[in-house]
């Protein structure tokens, strides 16, 4: 998967993690994405959560992960939905798009409120953040100092 490729060579994190497996195991990845969106196999403390790709002719574009509710970690630095763009892609509009599918998503889910986070230092993130309704929460500072920003997004107001 030439996403993939080309994330691991920008050496940026991929976000959201659940995407970061090798893609010779794509098979296997995805049945796990499909098992989580279940409820089925979670980690201790994991909530259920469903993953989406945005493609444009056939490649990857982006991909989100939606948390279907918060847990204790979630409410503070993780939020209901972690999104990201490939590299090549950014700065095109695509972030704040993905952003709007998920919360329609989201709202599909009965979640009113969705919590999005981002880095203090993304401030691509935060303007997709605040385009989409987003009202900023307290920060979380997290055990290594980094500080999360968290935005409250009503989903009710979403089309």
Known sequence: MSFYHEWKASGEKMIPWVIAKDPAYFEKMVQELLDAEKGIGLKKGFVPDSTYWLMHHERVIG????????????????????????????????????????????????????????????????????????????????????????????TDKMA
């Open 63 to 154: 991909v989100v992960n939606i948390r279907h509710e918060l847990s204790e970690i979630l409410r503070n630095s993780g939020g209901h939905i972690g999104y990201g763009i490939r590299p090549s892609e950014r700065q095109k509009g695509y972030a704040k798009l993905l952003l709007r599918l998920s919360l329609q998503e989201i709202k599909k889910l009965g979640v009113q409120r969705a919590l999005v986070v981002c880095d203090d230092w993304n401030t691509a993130s935060r303007r997709t953040i605040l385009a989409n309704g987003g009202i900023q929460d307290e920060d979380y500072i997290e055990e290594d100092g980094a500080i999360v920003q968290r935005f409250w997004i009503h």
